[in-house]
């Protein structure tokens, strides 16, 4: 796979209303393979936007460079990228018909008409418009609009699709048709498409790959999976799914397996991903549902034990907030079964942690 | 929502009814004044007549000449023709610069900006005598023949506030968005004016324009300083009539002229409302 875009030490600052300076990227740096689907995943104000825009050519870098098919963009305006971007607000032509808004890149670029008419009539079937296209833009539903500013930006083919926060003005249904949609779409065509969302579940279910941002920088790259397992430091373990993290200090290592003593005093035995020297302090992360609570009497494991404080029934499972003295609130999901007398508020209860369920991390300022 | 009658809301509407009536009652008394046969004094009804339209288009009249007061209709005619000149010239000239100081202040970001901003404010508060007096001094200190073209330029200069100000309100409610989703579609800097801005904010500059070619052909003040002998517009003529007492002939120009506003001002009305 080669790389259809690459950023390359972008850096880019505002002035702060305030005064002083907003670092909106610090120093990011990207390689993107053609016909992926990134995603750039972070809260709100973290520098989502102004990586999107810096790549579509309406913000000028502070600092590195983006190379578009090998092509350094340098401050090559908008107009001559080949970029297309779906808005945030979608940005369509009010005073255009949803067909004149479609084929609007193809007459700028002078497209002979009949041309015009088969591509235009071809992408609105593709996202299921075809009977709207002499409707106005007021005429249509929040979906259709949404459909209407993907078929603009697609008509004509860029190599990369950008799409910033596109899903966040649907509602949840129409939500989870257009993620299945979008991917759809995607694979159909061919484009690489880079997904802005502050949604980490919207991230996991769509993306080949996700960066998550904090702060202007990436904090982290990965597959979803591999983001979901092991992150790499607290912040993309606390913003993606729910996580309990405990600190703890690395006690003894063997080859690929380290021990690590909570505050507590349980010692657990995981899996060392890094090189996690003994003495380290570390957070250790234990997915709520990756605990087993114990059956029958006998089941054998490192455990966490402690009492039940609260449970709620979800119908599938029961969550659980359990206490033990030394350790923070610790969460748990565990399945719903005929006892549930077992797991109700006060009962003491056994949590078994599978080795591969513990994950390690370097705790924040010290040295990894 | 109806709101049920209260003795508040009755004088509430008693006191508008009374508003309007102050308003209208003398633009009607000078429509009505404008088919009154009697030449003498046009507060006595005297039976209905359109002599006075006649006499305005230099159509015969069943008058006797010492009662009218239009003495060349000639004269009246050149004065119509050059409040229309001057009014197109200004709506034209006004109109592209009005906009595009608009368009410059709303969308670029340079030094002394909001400077610049009320800059453009200050024509439409300050005094008219002033202005004219300002642009004669500044004319003939230049060097300048007064006549059409010295009302051309002097009217230029305070409506291209007006057109600015029009056109600016319309741009705040744009979604600049638009725009950089055409430069995004591939298109230039000229195009996406031509194709999305210009589009957006037609009703504004259309609007704009309308109310820069009203007020041109009503100025008086202004234009009293910096017209030349012998080019006089309308306003000033109807003023240089009136100086020698009140005619019923003034009364109907005044009704086409009202009638005139009145049908630019619909049709402006019309186009925004067909626009939305
Ligand atoms: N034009 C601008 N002027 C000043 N600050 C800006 C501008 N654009 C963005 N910022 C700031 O840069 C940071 C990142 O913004 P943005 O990229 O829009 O975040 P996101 O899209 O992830 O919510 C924010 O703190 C924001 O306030
Ligand atoms: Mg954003």
């Known amino acids: 796979m080669t790389a259809v875009l690459k950023i390359e030490s972008a850096s880019k600052s505002f002035d702060a209303p305030e005064g002083g300076k907003i670092h909106a990227l610090k120093d990011v740096s990207l390689t993107i393979a053609h016909n992926e689907f990134l ?56 005073h255009l018909s949803v067909a004149r808004n479609v084929s609007y890149s193809l007459e700028v670029a002078g497209v002979d008409k009949a041309e015009i008419r088969k591509r235009v009539g071809d992408m609105l079937d593709m996202v299921g418009l075809t009977a709207f296209g002499e409707r106005r833009i007021g005429q249509l539903s929040g979906g259709q609009q949404q459909r209407v500013a993907l078929a603009r930006s697609l008509v004509a083919r860029p190599k990369v699709l950008l799409l910033d ?20 779409l995607q694979h159909e065509l061919g484009i690489t498409f880079i997904f802005v969302t502050h949604d980490q579940e919207e991230a996991l279910v769509m993306s080949d790959r996700i960066a998550v941002l904090e702060g202007g920088k990436i904090q982290q790259l990965d597959a979803p999976e591999a ?31 380290c021990d690590v003593q909570l505050s507590d005093d349980t010692v657990l035995q995981g899996c060392r991903r890094g090189d996690l020297a003994e003495g380290t302090n570390v957070k250790v992360l234990i997915r709520p549902e990756s605990v087993v609570a114990a059956l029958s009497e006998g089941t054998s494991g490192q455990a966490i034990s402690g009492t039940i404080s609260e449970s709620y029934f979800i119908g599938t499972d029961y969550q659980l907030v359990v206490r033990r003295d030394g350790l923070p609130p610790f969460r748990a999901t565990v399945r719903a079964h005929t006892d549930a007398s077992r797991f109700a508020a006060g009962e003491p209860i056994d949590l078994f942690v599978p080795h591969d369920g513990v994950h390690l991390i370097a705790a924040e300022g010290a040295a990894a | 929502m109806k709101t049920r009658f209260r003795p508040g809301s009755f004088f509430l509407s008693a006191y508008g009814w009374l508003f309007l009536t102050f308003i ?35 159509f015969p009249t069943t008058l006797n000449e ?26 034209l000239v006004s109109t ?34 002033i ?32 057109v600015f100000v029009v056109v600016s309100a319309r741009l705040a409610d744009m979604d600049e968005s638009l725009e950089e989703a055409s430069a995004d579609l591939g298109a230039d800097g000229w195009t996406t004016f031509r194709r999305v801005t210009l589009p957006m904010i037609a009703p504004g500059v259309i609007g704009g324009a309308m109310l820069a070619f009203i007020i041109s052909m009503d100025d008086l003040v202004i234009t009293y300083f910096i017209s030349g002998v012998d080019s006089t517009t309308l306003p000033v003529h109807i003023y240089g ?15 086409i002229m009202l009638l005139s506003s009145f049908v630019i001002a619909s049709i402006g009305l019309y186009l925004r409302a067909r626009k939305k």
Request: proline share 5%; charged share 15%.
């Open chain 2, 241 to 255: 009539m009136l100086r020698r007492g009140i005619k019923p002939e003034i009364n109907a120009i005044a009704t």
């Open chain 2, 24 to 58: 209208y009652v003398p633009i009607l008394l000078i429509v009505v004044f404008s088919f009154n046969a009697n030449p003498v004094n046009m507060m006595i009804w005297d039976g209905f007549t359109l002599d006075w339209y006649r006499t305005i288009f230099g």
């Open chain 1, 165 to 184: 926060e596109p899903l966040s003005a649907l509602d949840k249904n129409l939500r989870h048709k257009m993620q299945e949609e979008l991917k759809g």
């Open chain 1, 227 to 257: 983001l979901y397992r092991y992150p790499k430091n607290e912040f993309v373990a606390r913003f993606i799914g729910e996580s309990n993290l405990l600190p703890g200090k690395v006690v003894a290592t063997s080859g690929e397996a």
């Open chain 1, 39 to 94: 995603t750039l995943l972070g809260p709100s104000g973290c520098g989502k936007t102004t990586m999107l825009r810096a790549v579509s050519g309406f913000e000028d870098l502070d600092a590195g460079e983006i190379y578009i098919e090998g092509e350094a963009m340098g401050s090559r305006p908008a107009h001559k990228r080949p970029v297309n971007t779906v808005f945030q607000r979608y940005a369509l032509f009010p």
């Open chain 2, 96 to 129: 592209i610069f009005g906009t595009a100081v608009a368009l410059a202040v709303a969308r670029f970001r340079f030094r002394l900006k909001s400077f610049y901003r009320a800059l453009m404010f200050m024509p439409m508060i300050m005094p008219d005598i």
């Open chain 2, 66 to 91: 010492q009662t009218l007061y239009v003495e060349s209709t000639a004269q009246l005619y050149s004065a119509v023709l050059n409040s229309l000149t001057v009014a197109f010239l200004t709506t």
């Open chain 2, 131 to 162: 202005l004219g007096i300002a642009l004669l001094i500044f004319f003939v200190s230049f060097g300048f023949s007064l006549g059409l073209q010295t009302i051309v330029i002097g009217h230029t200069t305070f409506l291209c506030s007006y």
